[in-house]
């Protein structure tokens, strides 16, 4: 009985942390088209630093995630042409079904056809 000060406390806290949650899925959920936009353009800003001095991590997480997911480029392939590095419509290797395809011009059939978002 001395520690119900405790369990106050304790219950408040939790109620302020749920109602925290809620407001974020609420947010979430209201901002979702405004959200996918920026992702997208945040992500395609991204590529501009693969394989750049001092953007090893870039490298290697587009690397990785193209591997595991399957996919290439945001939308597809074709965003690898705005990277100055596969400007002549290469792609990273990364994004090849058959080992080392990425060489311009890439074949359509031999890279992930999805995008990764």
């Known amino acids: 009985q001395e520690k119900k000060w405790l369990y106050y406390t304790y219950t408040t806290l ?3 942390v749920i109602i925290a949650q809620i407001g974020t899925v609420i947010a979430a959920f209201v ?19 693969y ?7 870039v490298t290697l997480t587009w690397n ?11 939308d597809n392939y ?12 290469g792609v990273p290797d990364s994004c090849c ?3 080392g395809c ?3 011009p890439v ?3 031999k890279v992930f056809s999805d995008g990764c978002f």
């Open 14 to 16: 939790l109620v302020i």
């Open 31 to 49: 901002l979702k088209g405004d959200l996918k936009v920026e992702i997208t353009n945040n992500m395609k800003n991204g590529l501009k630093n």
């Open 51 to 57: 394989d750049g001095e001092g953007f090893g991590g």
């Open 64 to 74: 990785l995630m193209q591997k595991d997911l399957k996919c290439c480029g945001v």
């Open 78 to 89: 074709t965003d690898w042409m705005n990277v100055d590095k596969f400007s002549d419509g």
């Open 97 to 99: 079904i058959v080992k």
């Open 102 to 104: 990425g060489i311009a």
């Open 107 to 109: 074949d359509p059939a």
